[in-house]
Every structure is written in structure tokens, then in C-alpha cells.
């Protein structure tokens, strides 16, 4: 698949079917993850892959219920350990670079799995402190994102985007 293709054709999948993701497949979904880029090179992240149903249970509920987190054969959940950034950063960051890295290994982690045939949903509305208590989070570990993958059960149409005229400036505003 090329790249422009792959940006361009993923989308948000929230149904999914039975069908696992091959320990493979998510061995190079991960790598990818980890080939993203992190502020200091100090990579804040944290993957946790969950395939149990009582604990993809656990999150479907800190996430406003959404099915996607049940349905899918597996979850992961990028979390962050903010003091690795703040160690060189101070409390920029703390606040920030380390989302940001946790963003951008998301995006490879959605590229790579389109890429693999699976689909993948950004899930951020959840009750942050319900996921670590789910997943058993040390203190100053932070969940940020979670990726339910899987096969498709759906074929979602593109959604409007703003026109790049709107939106992008040249030295400026």
C-alpha cells in the first residue's frame, strides 16, 4: 500500500469482526508504534495490549460505553510516564512533549495496522482514572489513548475535512 493511499483511506472503525489479530501483525503494529518520533528521543510511552474480556470490559465502561472496546479482539492503551519527558524537559514536558509522543506513535500505530487489512478507532473520551485502575497503572503512569483493532465490519465514507485554503498561512496569520 503507499503511504498517501494509507493516510488518506484509514478511517475510524468502530465495528469489528470475531476474527484475531495475528501476534505478528501486532508485533509490527507496536514496532511501528515505536518508531515514532518522542521529544529528546526520551519515548514516554507505554503499550499495553489487552485481550481479556473482563478488562476490555473495564474499559468499555470508563469509556462512556462504547462497544468498540468489547468488540474488538484487542485494545491497546498508550500510555504515557511523563517524568521521563519532564527529566529533560522540565514541566513543558511533563504537559506536553509527552503527549504529543504518545500522539504520534498512535498515528503509526493506526497507519500500520490500515496497512495490515485491520481497522482502528482514537478513543480519548474515557475516565482516565477508571483505565489505570483497569489496567493496574503504576503511580505517574498516565492512559492517553486507546486503539481497539481488528478486522472491519464496517466501511465507514470519508468525512469532510476543511479545505487546506481555509486552514493553512504562509509566515503567518
Known amino acids: 500500500m503507499e503511504l498517501f493511499e494509507a493516510i488518506k483511506g484509514r478511517r475510524s472503525i468502530r465495528r469489528f469482526r470475531p476474527d484475531s489479530v495475528g501476534d505478528k501483525d501486532l508485533e509490527n503494529i507496536l514496532e511501528a508504534a ?6 529528546g528521543n526520551c519515548q514516554p510511552w507505554e503499550f499495553i495490549v489487552v ?3 473482563r478488562v476490555k470490559q473495564k474499559l468499555k465502561e470508563a469509556a462512556q460505553n462504547q462497544n468498540s472496546l468489547t468488540e474488538a479482539p484487542v485494545v491497546i492503551v498508550i500510555c504515557t510516564d511523563a517524568s521521563r519527558s519532564a527529566e529533560r524537559y522540565g514541566e513543558r514536558g511533563r504537559k506536553l512533549y509527552c503527549i504529543q509522543d504518545t500522539a504520534a506513535a498512535a498515528q503509526n500505530i ?3 495496522a490500515y496497512g495490515l487489512g485491520y481497522g482502528t478507532c482514537w478513543i480519548g473520551a474515557f475516565e482516565e482514572t ?5 489496567l493496574g497503572a503504576p503511580t ?3 492512559p492517553v489513548i486507546m486503539i481497539p483493532i481488528g478486522k472491519p465490519a464496517e466501511n465507514p465514507t470519508p468525512r469532510p475535512r476543511c479545505p487546506l485554503k481555509k486552514i493553512s498561512r504562509l509566515d503567518g496569520f
Request: proline share 10%; no cysteine.
Open 110 to 112: 493506526h497507519l500500520a
Open 51 to 53: 485481550k481479556n474480556p
Open 34 to 39: 515505536i518508531a515514532a518520533p518522542s521529544a
Open 140 to 142: 505517574g503512569v498516565r
Open 130 to 134: 477508571e483505565v489505570a485502575e483497569a
